[in-house]
């Protein structure tokens, strides 16, 4: 089973790359470098419903 981790994230950018079809998101945490995640666009509208629902979201990676 993968292992959980749980990070204080700081901000966040997010970015449609032509070249490769897809969503890419930045997190900055508030401390180590920052996350370059690459989704498809159907995986970021399902996160950006999780994230505004009232429960905790959780990335799988």
Do not use: H, Y
């Amino acid at each position: 089973m993968a292992e959980k981790k749980v990070i204080a994230v700081k901000d966040w950018t997010c970015a449609m790359s032509d070249e490769l079809g897809r969503v890419a998101l930045t997190i900055n945490p508030t401390e180590g470098e920052p996350l370059l995640v690459l989704l498809t666009i159907f995986q970021a509208a399902k996160m950006g419903r999780e994230l505004q629902s009232p429960k905790r979201a959780q990335l799988s990676m």
